[in-house]
């Protein structure tokens, strides 16, 4: 399995909404392979280790979201990886915030980073964690809200998820996908 946490690189971005894959990758590496050290590899940051006798890649491209595909193409290509054994962790307006869920396939509705990684891997066909940051109510204020930092009183609940997300992985490296939240 590839795991991939889709956000921006720079600090300026950490807190971003767009960055919700790069939390839940950090969380997972805190939790899971927190002896691994990142690697530059793949134009991007990359560690791997094995969870329950699984092998799980962990890549948080770090080409800015809209060209997220260039550097997960450069990985499944090097490791022989099959696109439907790629899992990404993504944003999700069209998700309330603390809501979670798992799909196989499916496009990209507007989501930059899901366009790219369609593009470069010719297929729609890979597993998604949509991570739900909620709606600004306008589609003119999306960019804006999704390059936004989340409040203060948002930061326990993506914490919930990120845990959640990080409590699922033994599950989701042997093929169960449920997240409890």
């Known amino acids: 399995m590839l795991l991939v946490g889709l956000g921006n690189p720079g600090n300026q971005y950490a807190g971003n909404r767009h960055n919700v894959g790069f939390m839940a990758v950090q969380e997972i590496l805190r939790r899971h392979f927190s002896s691994v050290t990142l690697q530059k590899k793949f134009k991007g940051e990359y560690a791997a280790g094995d969870i329950n006798g699984h092998k799980v890649h962990i890549l948080m491209p770090q080409t800015y979201m809209n060209n997220s595909g260039e550097s ?20 999700e307006l069209d998700l309330e915030l603390g809501d979670v869920r798992v799909k196989q396939g499916g496009g990209h509705a507007g989501h930059n980073g899901l366009r790219s990684l369609i593009q ?55 093929g169960d996908w449920k997240i409890n939240i």
């Open 72 to 91: 997960v193409r450069a990985a499944i290509d090097f490791f022989k990886i099959a696109p439907e054994d790629v899992v990404v962790i993504h944003d």
């Open 120 to 174: 470069h891997l010719g297929t729609p066909n890979f597993r998604r964690i949509r991570f739900g940051v909620g709606h600004p109510g306008n589609k003119d204020l999306v960019t804006p809200y999704v390059l936004g930092n989340f409040r203060s009183e948002e930061t326990s609940q993506v914490e919930k998820l990120c845990d959640a997300i990080a409590d699922a992985l033994p599950n989701m490296a042997a």
